[in-house]
């Protein structure tokens, strides 16, 4: 049997679970609750669990080449820590790979969501055939992954990586959940969205517009999926919305532009979703905002590929640190 | 006779250039006209003459290493052409790195100022012992390079680690030369500050400041050493706008600890010189712009180390790709 790496996705309902090659494919695939409102024992032990049966999926443990797994942050992945994740409760400073190094006696790596989503893109998705990536995930947060050279790259703590929490607006009166005034998280991610069309309909009215329908006359309701529906009927709150979400999006990766000129930018994430409208406006905005303007117009700007168990794929990628054996796949 | 590389640092009045060793001390220097007004192919014919020079002086070729030459940009240190600086009438897309090679038989490569005195910083100034690092210099403009594993991160093009021209306010009237709304250098640079120093005694016509003495009542020629004279005596306004910049440059530089999470910041440049006031406002700051706050307290911020010779040790640096000989000197 080829060799394979055990690929988990830690999330707050869900941990999900798989066997990928070493060229980057997806051959089972488990799911088990966290059950993390029970606190760190129970959820921990549902993710050993779940690895004892890809384990034995694998055929055995000799047929593993590691455990990668990746997680909200905050996290230390080169010391292997979960900090203290919000949808995690009872998990503080926990050194998971130590752990479980020491219960499967296999090598195991810790990773931040975004940054494995990032390199699994790289390595089995959209940009493969790139080595120097800046990946975006825009949902209810923004996350992002720097990709140097085919490689994750951390920092001196392990945090670095972190461009949804730079700012854009050091003015903004809205504090991200990190702290920071004006991050992009906290002026595009899909809650500011749900937040601007609330405020635009408040500011207004008697204007009409399907998102009063689609929220049900509660605008607090209002959501990143009503908005696209309704910006595909052509209401106009609805495409004034993306379309700002779209320029704050240029306006602050044209500063990764200045910063980083990769070879390729990747967006993914529910509100990638909405496609064209705000890859246009992104890419119309960005020369505007940064010094490299006149590369632009060649860089790619995708939409990820991986969808569905990207999760997976990205805790197997960590597993994969030169990506040298990884192809096209997924 | 020990190895030596030549490092020649370009600019638009003068041509400096060293004899750097391998351990970074620089053991001769030399300075010739840049001639710039009188077009290329004065200005280049100047720096062959101060490089001949400095072969001599070196004992000949055999003893040379390399020829590094820093410049502003803009320009591709990859495929060592100077594009097109504004300081350098006539020199467009000139392949610098291989006219040199092909006259002197010796490899060269081209560097972007900020970019080779970053790395300059690493090798022989205030980062020795660090591999990533982010290098700030404030004066006329505002440049950066950024360090990682020892070596300038470079990005597809060449023109990566532009991070003077991240916006941090996409709002911004300003528009830097660069064409970006609200980036660092439009904010926070020399002119920046003259300018808003400018402004607010304009406001307020009765206000006294040891600014209009400085400036003989010509306001237009307030300069970023006026404003720290003055601030220095105590001047409100002068203490004002020197406050002011270092909250841009920490709300600024939170962001890059977001992204680059570096084992230090390095910041160099004229208005570094204002010194404690600045470099306290920028750490006070920064918490509050950056996700990896809990890491701003032992980050260590220093001023640059090399003065005077930044350039010629900027250019050598780029010959020592791995820097592994260097050690600390200058």
Not at 76 to 98: C, D, H, M, Q, T
Not at 154 to 183: A, M, Q, W
Not at 300 to 309: F, S
Request: hydrophobic share 40%; glycine share 14%; proline share 5%.
């Amino acid at each position: 049997m080829a060799k394979l790496i055990i690929g988990i996705d830690v999330g707050g309902t869900k941990v999900a679970g798989g066997l990928v090659t070493l060229k980057g494919q997806l051959v089972k695939s488990q799911v088990v609750p966290t059950h993390a409102d029970k606190g760190f024992k129970t959820s921990y032990g549902q993710i050993e669990y779940l690895i004892e049966r890809l384990v034995k999926l694998a055929g055995g443990k000799d047929n593993v080449v590691g455990i990668g797994i990746c997680a909200p942050g905050p996290l230390n992945p080169k010391a292997g820590i979960v900090i203290n994740p919000p949808n995690l409760p009872g998990w503080r400073n926990i050194r998971l790979a130590s752990l479980l190094e020491n219960h499967f006696h296999l090598p195991a790596k810790v990773e931040n969501d975004a940054n494995a989503a990032g390199l699994a893109e790289v390595l089995f998705g959209a940009a493969v055939g790139y080595r120097d990536v800046f990946y975006v995930t825009v949902s209810t947060g923004v996350g992002t992954g720097v990709i140097i050279n085919k490689k994750i790259y951390h920092g001196k703590n392990g945090v670095g990586g972190e461009g949804g929490h730079v700012s854009i607006d050091f003015r903004s009166p809205y504090r991200c959940g990190c702290g920071t005034l004006g991050c992009i998280e906290a002026l595009a991610a899909g809650p500011a969205m749900a937040r601007r069309a609330r405020v635009a309909l408040e500011q207004e009215h008697n204007k009409p517009s399907l998102l009063r329908e689609l929220s049900g006359g509660d605008l607090r309701k209002i959501d990143p999926v009503m908005i696209q529906q309704a910006a595909r009927r052509g209401d106009e709150v609805a495409k004034f919305i993306i379309d700002e979400t779209g320029f704050f999006l240029g306006a602050w990766l044209g500063g990764m532009m200045s910063l980083f000129d990769p070879e390729a930018i990747i967006i993914g994430g529910g509100v990638a979703q909405i496609g064209k409208p705000l890859f246009d406006k992104i890419r119309q905005t960005m020369p505007s905002y940064t010094i490299n303007r006149r590369f632009v117009a060649e860089l790619p700007i995708l939409p990820a590929k991986l969808q569905k168990n990207v999760g997976i794929f990205g805790a197997a990628s960590v597993f994969l640190p030169s990506g040298e054996e990884a192809g096209a796949a997924a």
